[in-house]
């Protein structure tokens, strides 16, 4: 299984932006397509943001198309997320994850992603 770890969280003004990263270790990292997720307090977890093995295909939720960008780069085992305009309903704990068996349907919907990192705090104040 693919070994995932988030950096980049923190505390942020409402319109500021933050950088996310995730760094993965243990298996052959062009294997996965990757993903963002997050969860607020007393909410689901939910999707963010997706991106190909190849990088050359990316999907969003509706609620930060226009504001995040998720890239990756194979040669160092990353993917970020970058993160501008933050509103304070962006608030949540935000995972990296990995899927060894992504279709376009299913970057699309976020769904069968089994590879999930601890997760990195983003707080943004009003």
């Known amino acids: 299984q693919l070994q995932l770890v988030e950096s980049g969280g923190g505390l942020v003004q409402a319109g500021g932006s933050l950088r996310l990263s995730c760094v993965a270790s243990g298996r052959t990292f062009t294997n996965y397509a990757m993903g963002w997720f997050r969860q607020a307090p007393e909410k689901e977890r939910e999707f963010v943001a997706t991106i190909s093995w190849r990088g050359d295909y990316t999907y969003y939720a509706d609620a930060v198309k226009g504001r995040f960008t998720i890239s990756r780069d194979n040669a160092k085992n990353t993917v970020d997320l970058q993160m501008t305009g933050l509103k304070p309903e962006d608030t949540a704990v935000y995972y990296c994850?990995?899927?060894?068996?992504?279709?376009?349907?299913?970057?699309?919907?976020?769904?069968?992603?089994?590879?999930w990192g601890q997760g990195t705090q983003v707080t943004v104040s009003s």
């Open positions: 994850a990995a899927d060894p068996w992504a279709t376009s349907d299913t970057l699309k919907r976020g769904t069968g992603f089994n590879s």
